[in-house]
């Protein structure tokens, strides 16, 4: 009897042991099984973001965020350094966007995006100027006279969520995390008016762009001015809007004006080339070769006269019966 | 019958060790199989963004045609001489790979045109480099109007890419 309960305790101790070996072995295959198709989803997420990213510039269209679905919720992770930009899906797949200019948050959870593109032209085409956000995105534009003649001058696709206050005004209670708000004033925004904002709109991400002298001030969290530069053109402006981290607008800016300097340098040496080419003695490259060096060397936002001299000259070329530069 | 019931015991345990052998390899088999089929889909999806790279190349405003700034759906010949010395000086970006272009039509000598020969010539090199020993090379070509600037004619012209791997 004694044997009989040792034989029957053993079963039991046998079978529990040899259960649990086989639900290991089916818990364990669970996760791994759960893991590769994550890799799997991410990868596929980074082909619909490559996919998208060719759509918009073949088409130079906006997409909402039912032509950009991703199929699931993603994290992605946007890094920007001096010669390369990463996005980085839920921590896992890394996806080169280095080719491209994007403006988008640095942290970003989300279903699907709303992405505009926009031609950088300064004077002449430079690159194409990509931006993405969340559908959620509202954006709370405040401005002077000046400021709404620029804000109507941006030509903001209707996909993108905008409300327009004229100064002062208080601005409606908003909890989201999604909620972004930019001043297009000539003047920087008050401490009372920052305060205010941080009152109705907590999580929001205040920016101050001055029309005139396009500049862009992004405020921290205790309203401080952290972060001051003068950009080149309003597509570059306009990548502050879609940008919620100082320090990544900063790298994208000077990005974008690598891609200027190559641009101008490249058409320098063509102005340099096209003597070789043309018997016609009035065609004279060597002072458009030239502004376009000093071009390149000047502060971009400050360059309006230069700019608007290379203008001319090109014109001129074309006037004289002259192959034109750019 | 203790002994018979030993033998049982013995031989549960051992079709128990075959079958959690069997299941271990088939979850095995199945985990790899599942691991390479995301790495043939990853080097598929690169494949194809190689492939794309020909369609957006054109478009770089280093080699696109323009006009009083707008752009033109031509590439500029004389711009590809100019801009290949920046290609050139960037072999971290597009390594191991030749991008040429072609004139088809009107045929012309296919001698390869550099700085100090613009005329008479039909090849232009973007960026070559060419590893010392070629394993795979993947090649994707596309059609595509060329601008030559000497003559103030769009031709008929040809985009290689290559890539080697060594």
Redesign the interface.
Known sequence: MQKRGQGEQFNWVFVLIAGAIVLAFFTVFTFQYIQLQEKRQNLRVAQTLGENIRLLESTEQALDADAFPLGGGFQFRYECAADHSFLTINNDYTQDVSDHLLFMPKLISTTAFRAWIAAWQYPYYITHILYFEHPDTHHYFIVDPVGQSFVTNLHLPRIFTATTFQRPSSLPADQTIHARVTFFTQTPPTAPELAAITQTIPHATIIHIQPIKDEVTFYDQNNDPVFHQSVAGKELLLGALFSDDPDQYGCLINRSLSAFDRTTRIYSEKAKLLPHLSQNPDCTYQTIHHSLLNYRQQPLHSSSSLRQSLEDQNRDLSGKGCQVVF | M?SK?QLQ?QE??LV?FIV?VI??LG?AF??RY??QS?LD??TT?ER??FQ?MI??LP?D??V?C??????ENCV?T??I???A??FQNDP??YGTMNITFTQLYPAVPSVSCT?GT??DCGVWTLYTQRPEHIRTTLKTVTPLSLYR??S?HYVLGLLTIERYTS
Do not use: C, M, W
């Open positions: 203790n019931a015991t549960t345990i128990l959690v299941i271990l979850i199945f985990l599942q691991r995301i889909e990853r999806y194809t963004q794309h369609l957006t478009e405003a280093a696109r323009s006009r009083f700034g707008q752009k500029d004389l711009k001489l100019a801009a010395p920046f971290d970006r700085t613009l005329t600037p000497e103030d």
